[in-house]
Nanobody
Framework: VQLQASGGGLVQAGGSLRLSCAAS????????VGWFRQAPGKEREFVGA????????GYADSVKGRIAISRDNAKNVVYLQMSSLKPEDTAVYFC?????????????????WGQGTQVTVSS
């Protein structure tokens, strides 16, 4: 699965941004998708994930209540809607998928990674 994250940019604190994760494969809807971020000098951090059906989502405590992940399998796209952004949300955001289709589990491994998109939140 080849993934491409997009939609990043510069936004003021308190603002909103929607990131997209797109794939060209018609089977993209068979895969759960996770979002991660990595800030300069920090380790990559899990942000949230969505099942292949889109019916279940999970979020990191650090962003819970401020983000929402959704997907449109007809368009092969997964979205990360972020609101009430803070300067500490500044990072490169990545989307990823596990190797297994029809699979979702807490702490599941992610095998396919897309290029990230930069999100910068100014104070």
């Amino acid at each position: 699965v080849q993934l491409q994250a997009s939609g990043g940019g510069l936004v003021q604190a308190g603002g909103s941004l929607r990131l997209s994760c797109a794939a060209s494969e018609r089977t993209f809807g068979d895969y759960s998708v996770g979002w991660f971020r990595q800030a300069p000098g920090k380790e990559r951090e899990f942000v949230g994930a969505i099942t292949y059906t889109g019916r279940t989502t999970g979020y990191a405590d650090s962003v819970k209540g401020r983000i929402a992940i959704s997907r449109d399998n007809a368009k092969n796209v997964v979205y990360l809607q972020m609101s009430s952004l803070k300067p500490e949300d500044t990072a490169v955001y990545f989307c990823a998928a596990p190797a297994a289709r029809y699979y979702y589990a807490e702490n599941m491994p992610f095998d396919f990674w897309g290029q990230g998109t930069q999100v910068t939140v100014s104070s």
